[in-house]
């Protein structure tokens, strides 16, 4: 009697966890990507890992083997010094393995949005925009500071030559 062996290759990406999920450019976020091995025999996947929004790109890319039912968190880390200001979300996608038919679960379903946010001025250097109007500013402060200590200098004098007399 011949024994039939089904062989059944199928990849799923269970979750995608950003952390932080609000983070200032520069900063680094962590995306934890969970995988699932489906189907009944060893499978090699390829995982990928994007962010949209203003940029579309992809974070990283990772090769893993998994066992028939194991489970799998891989880790990328997203650098978002040069990424605009904005909302972007992230998406976690395994690409098919050979012989795959399910590939319905190779992406992740649950929304996950990362906001960038502008990062803070530090240092830096003050524009004036209008010199003209700060120097005649300036100008008459100092005008009005040499009056005002001429005035007290002839009231003083005339104190003084009042005392004398």
């Avoid at 001025?121 to 003050?126: Q, S």
Wanted: one cysteine or more.
């Amino acid at each position: 009697m011949a024994t039939v062996k089904i062989v059944v290759h199928d990849i799923a990406v269970v979750s995608q966890v950003p952390n932080p999920t609000t983070v200032y450019q520069g900063g680094i976020v962590t995306i934890a990507v969970t995988v699932r091995n489906e189907g009944t025999e060893t499978g090699s996947l390829t995982l990928r890992v994007y962010y949209y929004g203003d940029l579309e790109c992809c974070v990283g890319q990772e090769v893993v083997d998994l066992l028939p039912g194991e489970s799998r968190t891989l880790y990328f880390e997203w650098y978002t010094a040069n990424i605009p200001p904005g909302t972007y979300y992230i998406d976690a996608r395994a690409l098919p393995v050979e012989g795959e038919l399910d590939t319905d679960d190779n992406a992740c379903t649950s929304l996950a949005a990362v906001t960038v946010r502008a990062a803070p001025i530090v240092g830096g250097t003050v524009q004036i925009e209008k010199p003209a109007i700060l120097y005649q500013t300036l100008l008459v402060a100092l005008a009005l500071a040499f009056t005002a200590i001429i005035a007290v200098g002839v009231v003083t004098r005339a104190k003084n030559s009042v005392r004398a007399r």
